[in-house]
């Protein structure tokens, strides 16, 4: 059965191939056919011509009865005689007139022998006029008899041909029928392949990984296509994760990304120890509180802190007890200043706290002597007592200055003024003086 494309591709160009081959061999045999009558219309014209010649030395005989008239009809016999001989092979039909011929030439003898007798004897005279007429009769009938075989040739031919494309025309009609149902049935088929093909591709690219090609009448090529995709969507689904997991996982990892941005974002703007602003941070966010305080007309306060004994007990307790102070002082300092304000580590023992949006500065008083009260308490570490005091130097915004750089040296300068003093001090940059403290904390003032 042909269940196979490349069956009915093969049935089809043989039929096809067969048909051309059968064209052509018709065709050819007409062609033949054609030659063939031709050839024997030209040996039977031929002869008519003979005949006609002749005919034609007996008219000019019976009409001069001389000799020479006589020896050309004997030569007009002849050559017809050897026309006749030469053409029966192709021709039959010939027998009748080669008799006749033969007939012809008997008279033609016994006219000779009449010819020499006296033509004063009455026998004679009756018998040449008996020959006349024969003669007549026989070219007569010679020319009708050539007419018979000139019909009977053309109606050969025509039979001949007739037959031929009865022939072809009846191959042609059933080789057609042939090649029409395969070119159908391939079409038919093919289409029914496609389509199912087509759906099930569709289906998987719609994220369906259980699609499989609907079965229906097709080909045995098609059939082996479906059973190859139905074993490759079995193996997608063993190795392929679904759309939901695949969205699920998309979203852990951009949720992993975003988190580690947003650590690598912290750490390019923290310091590592005390999670404190690093140097490059404060100067964006101090940048940005004093466009606020520009906008708004608030003010700043900037502290800048210095750890005292800080070295001496690094280098007596070591660099994890440095560490653990300042740690723990990043801890104290967060917790005393509000949400709005912020603070860094410059490096080493080194802090820097700024003030946000201040009305006035009352409260900055306030705030470096709770800054000073919560360094200088104790600190544990391995079973040890620690203790470190701080200096604080302060600077306003704008009263000092509306400078950036300039706004942070002050407050440098006025820590290194507090450094100076004995014991927990805070030096401020305003024109009111604070006297120094007995107590840990001490408030003096830059122009003292």
């Known amino acids: 059965m042909l269940n196979s494309l490349f069956k009915k591709l093969f049935v089809l160009s ?7 081959l059968f064209i052509i061999v018709s065709f050819s045999r007409v062609a033949a056919e054609q030659r063939e009558t031709k050839v024997e219309l030209d040996q039977i014209i031929d002869l008519q011509l003979s005949v006609d010649l002749l005919r034609s030395q007996l008219w000019f005989f019976l009409q001069f009865g001389d000799e020479l008239s006589l020896n050309q009809v004997e030569l007009a016999q002849a050559e017809l005689a050897t026309k006749l001989a030469k053409y029966k092979k192709s021709h039959n039909q010939l027998e009748n007139i080669q008799r006749m011929n033969h007939s012809l030439n008997a008279l033609l003898t016994r006219e000779i022998q009449l010819y020499v007798v006296e033509a004063s004897e009455s026998e004679s005279v009756n018998s040449i006029g008996f020959l006349h007429s024969r003669y007549n009769m026989i070219v007569q009938n010679m020319t009708e008899e050539l007419a018979y075989v000139h019909q009977s040739a053309l109606n050969r031919n025509t039979d001949n041909v007739q037959s031929v494309m009865m022939y072809a025309a009846a191959w042609l009609v059933v080789c057609s029928f042939l090649v029409s149902a395969t070119a159908w049935l391939i079409s038919f ?23 499989k090609v609907e079965v229906v009448k097709m080909d045995e090529e098609f059939r082996r296509m479906a059973r190859f995709f139905d074993e490759m969507t079995v193996s997608l689904r063993d190795t ?3 759309k939901q997991e695949l969205e699920d996982e998309v979203k852990r990892q951009t949720k992993q990304l975003i988190h580690k941005q947003e ?12 999670n404190l602003m690093n140097r490059r941070a404060f100067d964006r966010a101090l940048e940005s509180a004093i466009v606020k305080a520009n906008r708004s007309n608030c003010k700043l306060a900037i502290f800048f802190i210095d750890l005292d004994e800080f070295k001496s007990v690094n280098d007596t307790f070591g660099h994890d007890a440095g560490d653990a102070i300042l740690v723990e ?13 912020f603070a860094c580590r410059l490096g080493g023992d080194e802090f820097v706290v700024c003030l946000d949006l201040l009305n006035d500065f009352d409260v900055v008083t306030v705030k470096a002597q709770q800054l000073l009260e919560i360094i200088n308490l104790p600190i544990n570490f391995n079973n040890r007592t620690l203790k470190v ?4 130097g302060v600077s306003y915004f704008p009263d000092h200055t509306r400078n950036k750089e300039v706004l942070v040296s002050l407050a440098d300068e006025a820590m290194y003024r507090a450094k100076q003093m004995v014991g927990p001090a805070c030096f401020d940059g305003r024109s009111t003086i604070c006297k120094k403290a007995v107590s840990p904390v001490r408030l003096t003032s830059i122009n003292e």
């Open 263 to 274: 650590q690598l974002i912290f750490l390019a703007e923290h310091d590592p120890l005390t």
């Open 389 to 392: 005091g701080a200096s604080i």
């Open 329 to 341: 002082v990043s801890n104290r300092i967060l917790t005393a200043i509000r949400e709005s304000d």
């Open 14 to 20: 043989t039929t096809t191939l067969m048909l051309t």
């Open 240 to 242: 392929t994760v679904t």
């Open 189 to 211: 088929r093919f289409k029914a392949g496609v389509e199912a093909m087509k759906k099930a591709i569709v289906d998987l690219a719609n994220g369906n990984l259980d699609s």
